[in-house]
């Protein structure tokens, strides 16, 4: 079955705490994807990375990072030096692949992140 | 560029009324859509999906329905609302391929059914 399980609702660190935002993921495929979302408070979801399961690089995009361990199947998101802005709901997700071109995704239940000033 | 557009952006309803929600996408053609749903809970919970016109298919058994009358266009409809069908829509298109394409998505529709 395709599952993504973000265990952590709520995190709560204070500007300049680095925060660790955890996913762990079941799937049936031998190939697939593995996304992040940002979802503010405005409610817009905004993409942030996409990683292939071919690919177990961890991944760096200014504060952000990304660990990849095949082996437990988690995909963690961290970010250094959080800010105010940071705050949101973040999501990881799934690739779906099972009938081609559909292209759909399976959502965790996210992960509200707080940062205070 | 792309852009994918949602309305209306909140909406009031009571309970029994009808509902259309419509999302339009500009600047692709031949684009897969989708409608997640967004509950209390904040998981996003997949609606429907098409990958063509008139083509839609269901995720989950609801009081909803999806219809794609045009290629970039794709609407979301009941016929009578339920209190549960209240929570923030949103709309997504991707590029239509074999593989994880990105999803890019609307900023949503904030339905209240009272």
């Known amino acids: 079955a395709q599952k993504v399980t973000q265990a952590q609702t709520e995190i709560s660190v204070v500007e300049k705490e680095d925060v660790t935002l955890d996913c762990v993921y079941e799937?049936?495929?031998?190939?697939?994807?593995l996304f992040w979302y940002k979802q503010p408070p405005s409610g817009e979801l905004v993409f942030l990375i996409r990683r292939n399961s071919f690919d177990e690089q961890n991944e760096i995009s200014g504060r952000y990072s990304w660990n990849f361990q095949k082996s437990t199947s988690s995909f963690n998101f961290t970010i250094t030096a959080s800010q105010v802005v940071d705050s949101a709901v973040y999501f990881c997700?799934?690739?779906?692949?099972?009938?081609?071109?559909?292209?759909?995704?399976?959502f965790g239940t996210g992960t509200l992140l707080a940062v205070q000033p | 560029s792309q852009t994918i557009h949602q309305w209306p952006a909140t909406l009031v309803q009571p309970v029994g009324s009808p509902l259309s929600l419509e999302c339009t996408v500009e600047g692709t053609s031949n684009p897969n859509l989708y409608w997640y749903r967004q509950a209390a809970g904040r998981g996003l919970q997949l609606l429907f999906y098409s990958v063509g016109i008139g083509q839609i298919s269901s995720e989950v058994p609801q009081n909803l329905s999806a219809s794609r009358p045009q290629d970039r266009q794709f609407i979301l409809s009941s016929k009578k609302l339920l209190l549960s069908d209240s929570g923030f829509y949103l709309c997504a298109w991707s590029v239509r391929s074999i593989g994880a394409n990105v999803l890019t998505f609307g900023a949503g529709s904030r339905l209240t059914v009272l």
């Open positions: 799937t049936r495929d031998t190939t697939y994807y």
């Open positions: 997700a799934l690739s779906d692949l099972y009938g081609g071109a559909t292209n759909k995704l399976i």
